[in-house]
């Protein structure tokens, strides 16, 4: 990873204030009702969903160079594909647990493998510039424009 990534993809800090904000709630609630159970209970939960907010951000990105990308999944497991390595890739949407729409980005790696990466629409752009290093220029031209 001696490139200079252009562009990074990940969780924005923003992300963790409503995590943060509900466990220190959650820890007023329990404190003041003497450890009631069901406090307690909320309290771990929320200390639990701060502590995966605040790992999505700080190590989950795609890191995008000029010649390739890096998928970041924890501090450990870092791989970097060279864009004339990947055979397919590809954006897709789905709905997640809550019934939020979901953006992916989706990769066929060497050994055939599909990964995904999750991204928020503000992040398009990024993700448009890897589809175009991956798939080439025409890509957004042989897409179906069913909205015409």
Same mark, same amino acid.
């Given at each position: 990873?001696?490139?200079?990534?252009l562009?990074?993809v990940?969780?924005?800090?923003t992300?963790? +204030?409503?995590p943060?904000?509900?466990?220190?709630? /959650?820890t /007023?609630?329990?404190?003041?009702?003497?450890?009631?159970?069901?406090f %307690?209970i909320?309290?771990? $939960?929320?200390?639990?969903?701060?502590?995966?907010?605040?790992?999505?951000v700080?190590?989950?990105k %795609?890191?995008? $160079?000029?010649?390739?990308? /890096?998928?970041?999944?924890?501090?450990?497991?870092k791989t970097?594909?060279?864009?004339?390595? +990947?055979?397919?890739?590809?954006?897709?949407?789905?709905?997640? +647990?809550? $019934?939020?729409?979901?953006?992916?980005?989706?990769?066929?790696?060497?050994?055939g493998?599909?990964?995904?990466?999750r991204? %928020?629409?503000?992040?398009?752009?990024?993700?448009?510039?890897?589809?175009?290093? +991956?798939?080439?220029n025409?890509?957004f031209?042989?897409?179906d424009?069913?909205?015409e």
């Open positions: 990873m001696n490139e200079k990534w562009n990074k990940s969780g924005k800090p992300d963790i +204030i409503i943060l904000v509900m466990t220190v709630i /959650c /007023c609630l329990t404190v003041l009702m003497h450890g009631f159970i069901i %307690l909320f309290t771990i $939960g929320m200390a639990l969903l701060s502590l995966y907010s605040i790992y999505y700080m190590f989950v %795609l890191l995008i $160079g000029q010649n390739s990308f /890096c998928h970041c999944k924890s501090p450990w497991n970097e594909y060279r864009y004339i390595d +990947i055979s397919e890739a590809w954006e897709s949407n789905g709905k997640s +647990i809550n $019934g939020i729409n979901v953006c992916y980005f989706n990769y066929r790696t060497p050994e493998n599909v990964n995904r990466f991204f %928020l629409p503000y992040q398009y752009d990024e993700i448009a510039f890897l589809l175009e290093k +991956i798939n080439g025409d890509y031209d042989n897409e424009n069913s909205d």
